[in-house]
């Protein structure tokens, strides 16, 4: 089997743009999206157990509470769409879930002493990410970062679920 690569790099030929779509999809966004869905689970979890149930309010910037919000607002003027989620924290970016993790690292050493490598790792996969997510294909080296940092999300989760002062709480 031939390797795929960049349909916009040769001729037209839809066979190539569905190949393309169809081994990211395979290769790599689904990776995304675990990685962005395990930090909300730990940011949720990480705040919730160390500031309560109104985590949200208290220890994340007005900025991005506005941004959610007005994300929240525009689905709810279209109740037909799919809702992203019902915790505020499903209507931010992963480059928010970095500045929350940021902003907070005093409350998430006590779990994850390594914090500061995480938002990094988190920063660096930013726009490798939004090549994926605005449909586009990343290169190799873009998509093995998203493959180390899927990795290392699955190594974390397991040490947290291994740790009794923290239950893993989908928000």
Request: overall charge positive; some cysteine; glycine content about 4%.
């Amino acid at each position: 089997m031939s390797a795929v690569t960049d349909f916009r790099v040769g001729a037209f030929a839809l066979p190539k743009v569905d190949s393309c779509g169809k081994y990211l999809g395979k290769k790599t966004y689904w990776k995304l999206y675990t990685i962005e869905n395990l930090f909300r689970i730990i940011i949720h979890s990480v705040l919730n157990a160390q500031l309560g149930p109104t985590w949200w309010a208290n220890a994340v910037d007005p900025k991005i509470q506005g941004r959610a919000q007005k994300s929240q607002n525009r689905y709810a003027k279209r109740p037909w769409h799919t809702n992203p989620g019902s915790h505020d924290i499903y209507y931010t970016n992963l480059s928010d879930l970095s500045e929350i993790m940021r902003a907070n690292a005093h409350l998430f050493r006590p779990v994850v002493q390594d914090i500061d490598q995480w938002i990094v790792k988190i920063q660096q996969i930013l726009l490798p990410r939004n090549i994926v997510g605005h449909m586009n294909f990343p290169n190799s080296n873009d998509r093995q970062r998203i493959d180390v940092l899927y990795s290392d999300c699955q190594m974390l989760v397991a040490h947290l679920q291994h740790q009794p002062v923290l239950a893993l709480l989908i928000p």
